[in-house]
């Protein structure tokens, strides 16, 4: 998997400069707290076009996507997201807040996703989620604040002759007026370490089943290539 490269984010210095100027005892838990955060790998990458759960995002065209985040020692994690569409100018911008916790026989998250879209904030929304993870493979469970919508996906992985190969199946209940549809992605990639940074190419097949199996909704191939830092 990703090489684990950690470092300090900037904004810490800044909110550790501002903990000094207030009292010993503020700054001191300020930065005691601070120094159990550290920055998570990041990444961007280049994608033959955009897929989310088995949906074309960006009309086929090729997109930009990359993310930021850091982790706390309790668990606590915070991520920021992009992607660019391809149409409009548009770009969607997702913020995760997470929660996770290992009890040793298996793992478990929760946490909230606020999507954004610039020149498109009528596509806003905001999901709530939890999730299990077992060495078998990982479940979790999505809902749309403001759709109502259900999503659910299981996922599972093995890693064969350096190479990893992932399946997820996703499953969608609609609250009203919809047909549910299901989305099976397949994935293989491989990570080339070049010391400072990993070079991680891929790719991924969307195979559509249900109310997504139409010619509108063509089976998708997402080719793409990450540098991991």
């Keep these: 998997m990703f090489k684990n490269m950690k470092y300090k984010l900037g904004v810490f210095s800044v909110l550790s400069t501002m903990a000094v100027m207030g009292s010993p005892a503020q700054a001191m838990d300020i930065e005691s707290i601070l120094s159990d ?7 961007i990458g280049l994608y033959s076009q955009y ?10 065209a090729m997109s930009i996507q990359g993310d930021i985040g850091m982790a706390h020692d309790s668990g606590l994690s915070a991520n920021a997201w992009f992607a660019t569409l391809g149409t409009g100018n548009a770009t969607e911008f997702d913020f995760t807040i997470d929660y996770s916790a290992d009890l040793g026989f298996m793992a478990y998250s929760a946490g909230l996703i606020l999507y954004r879209y610039h020149n498109n904030g009528a596509a806003n929304t905001t999901e ?27 996922s599972s992985g093995v890693e064969l002759a350096e190479f990893v190969v992932e399946g997820t199946l996703s499953f969608a ?4 007026g919809s047909s549910e549809f299901v989305n099976l992605a397949v994935s293989v990639s491989k990570e080339v370490d070049l010391d400072d940074i990993i070079l991680a190419p891929s790719f991924t097949y969307h195979y559509h089943m249900g109310a ?18």
């Design 212 to 229: 997504l199996d139409t010619p509108a909704t063509p089976d998708a191939l997402v080719l793409s290539i990450n540098i991991v830092y």
């Design 128 to 154: 709530v989620y939890a999730g299990v993870k077992h060495e078998v493979g990982a479940a979790t469970f999505y809902y749309d604040l403001n759709s109502k919508n259900i999503w659910i996906d299981f």
């Design 173 to 176: 209940v609609p609250d009203v």
């Design 37 to 43: 955060a550290e920055a998570t790998d990041s990444n």
């Design 51 to 60: 897929v989310w759960r088995g949906q074309r995002q960006s009309a086929g």
